[in-house]
């Protein structure tokens, strides 16, 4: 069966993510992956990925941003040209806007959030959380192709081998929807990771007074460790940090090497975005806060007097 993995990057710059997607691709039985690359300008990033699966680049001006009725035209193209049997994305806000429309021009069936495949090899059956989390759904998707947006953090990245093809989709920019344009773009320069592929992440939650702080406790810390900076909701909702930080159930999911939470409870919401992290701190100062309950290593604390200690302690070491 041959999978299509649909890849995603930004700025140049291609995301952890697609790498493992290529991996689920790998691990379904008898899958022939191939990867579909759509952007401008992005040979670079052909070379990159072609190490990994044979490469179709749809390559072009009107490409250069990920507008959602474009891509989701192009990728229901190229998977019909390829007879592909499945469609495959990591899990983000790229793929959640683009593979569902995908999916139903395609007339195929959608499983989103994948986190296995089953366990006797059934390639129809796939395991999503549900739930937010507690529940590990088995679910059967009939028909065919496939389209799947899967959880990163829960597969290995592909690993690189010899080079494959490179091919090109032509691509005409008046034979394409032109139903939405993107206006503008916000985003804030950040030299830190993101959190979806930060080794340690350093998250912040009610027990945080304001945006000042957020940078100073939450954000000095995570520099210590050269990781990523997250949130709980409560902040986000307090306008005390943005929406791209938020790690959990409505937010993005983190699965680091170490998970810190500053004065986080631990609502299932936000456990939901991180409880597959590998070890798990929490520092809170009430004791029966539910983070504690996941937590490798806890510590009751005021945040505001044992971060900046635990800072000083890492910056002599």
């Known amino acids: 069966m041959r999978v299509l993995v649909?890849?995603?990057?930004?700025?140049?710059?291609?995301?952890?993510?697609?790498?493992?997607a290529v991996g689920?691709?790998?691990?379904?039985?008898?899958?022939?992956?191939?990867i579909l690359l759509l952007g401008h300008q992005v040979d670079n990033l052909a070379e990159q990925l072609r190490r990994y699966a044979p490469v179709w680049v749809a390559d072009d001006q009107c490409l250069r941003?990920?507008?959602?009725?474009?891509y989701a035209e192009i990728i229901c193209r190229v998977a019909r040209q390829r007879e592909a049997g499945m469609v495959?994305?990591?899990?983000?806000?790229?793929?959640?806007?683009?593979?569902?429309?995908?999916?139903?021009?395609?007339?195929?069936?959608?499983?989103?959030?994948i986190?296995?495949?089953?366990?006797?090899?059934?390639?129809?059956?796939?395991?999503r959380p549900t739930n937010a989390g507690t529940v590990v759904a088995r679910v059967r998707l009939l028909g065919e192709p496939k389209v799947l947006t899967v959880r990163a953090s829960a597969f290995k990245a592909?690993?690189?081998?010899?080079?494959?093809?490179?091919?090109?989709?032509?691509?005409?920019?008046?034979?394409l929807p032109n139903l939405s344009e993107v206006v503008r773009r916000d985003s804030r320069a950040s030299t830190r990771p993101d959190v979806t592929e930060a080794r340690v992440v350093v998250s912040g939650?009610?027990?945080?007074?304001?945006?000042?702080?957020?940078?100073?406790?939450?954000?000095?810390?995570?520099?210590?460790?050269?990781?990523?900076?997250?949130?709980?909701?409560?902040?986000?909702?307090?306008?005390?940090?943005?929406?791209?930080?938020?790690?959990?159930?409505?937010?993005k999911i983190a699965a680091p090497d170490l998970y810190i939470a500053l004065g986080i409870s631990g609502a299932v919401q936000h456990l939901a975005g991180m409880k597959d992290s590998k070890v798990v701190v929490a520092i809170n100062k009430d004791p029966e806060a539910p983070i504690f309950e996941v937590s490798d290593f806890g510590l009751v604390a005021d945040?505001?007097?044992?971060?900046?200690?635990?800072?000083?302690?890492?910056k002599q070491r």
């Open 6 to 20: 649909v890849a995603e990057h930004d700025q140049g710059a291609l995301k952890a993510g697609t790498l493992a």
């Open 24 to 34: 689920f691709a790998c691990a379904v039985k008898d899958a022939e992956p191939e």
């Open 65 to 70: 941003l990920p507008t959602a009725d474009r």
């Open 88 to 113: 495959v994305a990591a899990a983000s806000t790229f793929s959640t806007d683009i593979l569902p429309r995908a999916a139903a021009l395609l007339d195929g069936t959608m499983g989103s959030d």
């Open 115 to 127: 986190v296995g495949t089953s366990p006797d090899g059934d390639p129809s059956v796939f395991l």
């Open 158 to 175: 592909a690993e690189p081998g010899e080079s494959r093809d490179v091919a090109r989709v032509p691509i005409s920019a008046s034979e």
């Open 205 to 251: 939650g009610r027990g945080v007074k304001n945006a000042d702080d957020f940078e100073q406790v939450v954000g000095g810390l995570a520099d210590v460790f050269q990781g990523g900076v997250g949130c709980s909701r409560a902040l986000v909702d307090a306008g005390i940090a943005p929406n791209d930080l938020q790690v959990g159930q409505t937010g």
């Open 303 to 314: 945040l505001y007097k044992a971060v900046p200690e635990l800072i000083e302690k890492l």
